[in-house]
């Protein structure tokens, strides 16, 4: 079992920057591939970025290509989500993922967080 913990929402304007956290318990973590979704209010949760283990490949969603960056520190067990140029669009609660294989696939994720909330006025 794994357990993920977010952690670096918040309220930011528009144009800003925020890096969200993402901690695993799991010891085995470096293993784990992970994924960013997010959920707006009244929507779908959607995909934003994914990172195989080693971090040797990324993928992410149209919307913030260029925008956002996911890594990993395996060592401390933590995955990030650097988001920079953000737009009230991105509004929405951030959730991490993880799986053994990557997949950009919502419902393939086995493992969940219980999400932080970014707010992006503008």
């Known amino acids: 079992q794994v357990q993920l913990v977010e952690s670096g929402g918040g309220f930011v304007v528009a144009g800003g920057s925020l890096r969200l956290s993402c901690a695993a318990s799991?010891?085995?973590?470096?293993?784990?591939?992970m994924g960013w979704f997010r959920q707006a209010p009244g929507a779908e949760r959607e995909f934003v970025a994914a990172?195989?283990?080693?971090?040797?490949?990324?993928y992410y969603a149209d919307t913030v290509k260029g925008r956002f960056t996911i890594s990993r520190d395996n060592a401390k067990n933590l995955v990030y989500l650097q988001m920079n140029s953000l737009k009230p669009e991105d509004t929405a609660v951030y959730y991490c993922?993880?799986?053994?294989?990557?997949?950009?696939?919502?419902?393939?994720?086995?493992?969940w967080g219980q999400g932080t909330q970014v707010t992006v006025s503008s």
């Open positions: 993922a993880a799986r053994r294989d990557i997949t950009t696939v919502r419902h393939e994720y086995d493992y």
């Open positions: 799991e010891r085995t973590f470096n293993s784990y591939a």
């Open positions: 990172s195989t283990w080693r971090g040797s490949s990324t």
